[in-house]
């Protein structure tokens, strides 16, 4: 690259080497449980990783991390951000190593930093053996903290990426949880110490947060689709959004023939989301092959789109039985809702799949069981908790028989279902069944 088109792309992407109020963190809506966790190993030398879907508020939070710099006596000039999806930058990545050490020592000699520098790598993946360049740096620069970002498994599972095994500390980044979303809303939530008291500390403005809480369950997380301002708009984002993922994230990187056959299994999945399903039943509408699924399954769990949940033993070869069905879950409603043709969203669906996004941020293992009844979640993190959803003050038999199955099974003492707005406690043959607004159960994990 030329001198000069490096230092216009510095320029760009770091309004805040001239005026830190011109940083872009102003004014953004801060996600304070990643800032508190990402706070606790900034004054490590490891690299820090933040992976998610695309589009998921990854360069926000970065951008929010050095703002929150700046604000602890942090010199702008030593916070560098560079931003590798920009199309004025597109058609270098392939230099790889030498983009990146071009593009840095430029900042080294014009701005002399001095202390310690903080890198910002946003969108790494199509760097080409970024990994390398890394390994080199922090191995022989005692004084530079990296945070890089990527929207792919690829960033932190390629062949390359052994390099920095044991070097860095990764996070998962996912959209809005429902505080956030309460936030934007401009509605305050009183966080307690158990859901008891969230439920009571909250009690008088329960219609409020339940109308929220309605529309959180359709519009989902995603930060730029929750800011729009009417649902055309939301629309639109949506389905840029997943166009994005399949170009840049799918079809792309693996070199797919046919991109509408896996578009046309996305949607499937998306129509679909929260059912049971096998290898061969997805693949039946298309006349797919069972190993072409897998594959495609693949490729849409490595850019964090989609999740799987399997069935629950605590024997492994039961557990990877492929004939056993699988349930899918998608990583925002919102991604979903808005790119199906469903005339009337399943609000009871768009509930558990709040439920399983809220589990996958903090737990080891996600698994569904079922024997003459299903149980929606079987949750090892590190004890097992079975959880139930029915997002309906009037409760099914079948949710609670189930779950006390459940307990039996798994000789446990006590189970959740999570509800609309009903509270009770059931006893049951010396096993105890928690009813829990799903509302309440949603901000306690978002805070704790």
């Not at 030329?2 to 809506?29: C, M, R, Y």
């Not at 590798?84 to 030498?98: A, H, N």
């Not at 840049?248 to 299994?265: A, F, K, T, Y």
């Not at 990583?331 to 768009?350: C, E, M, W, Y």
Request: glycine share 8%; net charge positive; with cysteine.
């Amino acid at each position: 690259m030329e001198p000069q088109e490096i230092d216009q792309l510095i320029t760009k992407w770091n309004p805040h080497f001239s005026d830190p109020a011109k940083g872009e963190w102003v004014g953004t809506v801060l996600r304070e449980k990643y800032l508190q966790k990402l706070a606790k190993v900034m004054g490590l030398r490891h690299i820090i990783i933040l992976t998610g879907v695309r589009r998921s508020g990854k360069s926000t939070l970065m951008r929010q991390l050095m703002g929150k710099l700046v604000a602890e006596g942090v010199n702008p000039q030593n916070l560098l951000y560079l931003y590798f999806e920009d199309l004025l930058v597109q058609k270098y990545l392939p230099l790889g190593g030498e983009l990146l050490e071009q593009l840095y020592s430029f900042y080294r000699q014009k701005y002399n930093p001095q202390g310690r520098v903080y890198v910002f790598l946003d969108e790494l993946q199509g760097v080409k053996e970024f990994n390398h360049w890394l390994h080199s740096h922090y191995e022989f620069d005692k004084n530079v903290k990296f945070i890089i970002s990527g929207s792919r498994r690829s960033l932190v599972e390629s062949d390359t990426a052994t390099v920095l095994t044991g070097r860095n500390l990764q996070f998962n980044i996912y959209p809005f949880n429902f505080c956030e979303y309460l936030q934007v809303q401009k509605m305050t939530v009183v966080g307690e110490k158990n859901l008891a008291a969230i439920r009571d500390a909250n009690f008088p403005q329960t219609d409020a947060i339940l109308h929220h809480l309605g529309t959180f369950l359709y519009e989902g997380g995603y930060p730029e689709i929750v800011l729009a301002p009417n649902k055309e708009g939301k629309m639109a984002i949506a389905n840029g959004y997943y166009r994005d993922i399949l170009t840049r994230d799918v079809v792309g990187p693996n070199n797919i023939r046919n991109g509408r056959e896996i578009e046309i299994l996305g949607l499937q999945i998306l129509t679909d989301f929260t059912q049971t399903h096998t290898y061969r039943s997805l693949g039946t509408p298309q006349g797919l092959s069972v190993d072409t699924v897998k594959s495609y399954l693949n490729y849409f769990y490595n850019s964090y789109v989609f999740f799987e949940s399997r069935y629950f033993s605590y024997k492994t070869k039961e557990i990877q039985d492929v004939k056993r069905p699988i349930k899918l879950y998608a990583v925002d409603n919102g991604l979903r809702n808005f790119n199906t043709l469903s005339l009337q969203p399943d609000i009871g669906k768009a509930a558990e799949n709040a439920i399983f996004t809220e589990l996958k941020k903090e737990s080891a293992g996600i698994f569904y069981w079922k024997a003459k009844k299903e149980i929606d979640f079987a949750v090892l993190n590190p004890n097992l908790t079975l959880i139930n959803s029915s997002y309906t003050d009037q409760v099914p038999e079948r949710e609670v028989t189930g779950l006390l199955d459940g307990l039996k099974e798994f000789r446990l003492e006590k189970g959740l279902i999570l509800t609309k707005n009903c509270a009770h406690t059931l006893k049951s043959g010396g096993k105890t069944v928690e009813f829990v607004p799903l509302w309440a159960w949603l901000i306690y994990n978002s805070l704790a």
